[in-house]
């Protein structure tokens, strides 16, 4: 069942649990206080849940600034800590950002472009 988690002017989260995974869908952009929901949807809802996978799906987003990025790091970092799996569907734009910054290097992440 998918769950509206946030929605304001900017941004819509949405989230699931699919074969195995619990899928954070993000649509607009990621400034500020929405980034800000992702670290508390991560908190309140995933941890609570049995799925070992986080699936990030970023192909909706059409914005994303630096300040989100240290965000998504800080969210694989919780993830990772509570022996689970962080993994990014983004689209082009979304992920040469994730390039240009190093996060698909330097986090152990699973980046896939659809």
């Known amino acids: 069942m998918i769950q509206a ?3 304001d002017n900017f941004i819509t ?3 699931n649990e699919r074969d195995g995974y619990y899928i954070i869908d993000v649509a607009g952009e990621i400034i500020g206080n929405s980034g800000e929901s992702l670290i508390r949807l991560i908190d309140e809802a995933f941890l609570k849940t049995k799925s070992l996978r986080l699936m990030l799906d970023l192909r909706k987003v059409t914005y ?3 300040y989100s990025f240290g965000i998504i790091a ?3 970092r919780i993830v990772r800590e509570n022996g ?3 993994y990014i569907v ?4 979304v992920n040469a950002k994730l390039d240009r910054f190093g996060l698909n290097e330097k986090l152990d ?3 896939t472009t659809a």
Do not use: G, Q
């Open 90 to 93: 983004a689209n082009s734009a």
């Open 5 to 7: 988690l946030a929605s």
């Open 109 to 111: 992440l699973k980046i």
């Open 84 to 86: 689970r799996k962080l």
């Open 64 to 66: 994303i600034n630096s």
């Open 74 to 76: 800080y969210l694989w």
């Open 13 to 15: 989260i949405n989230a």
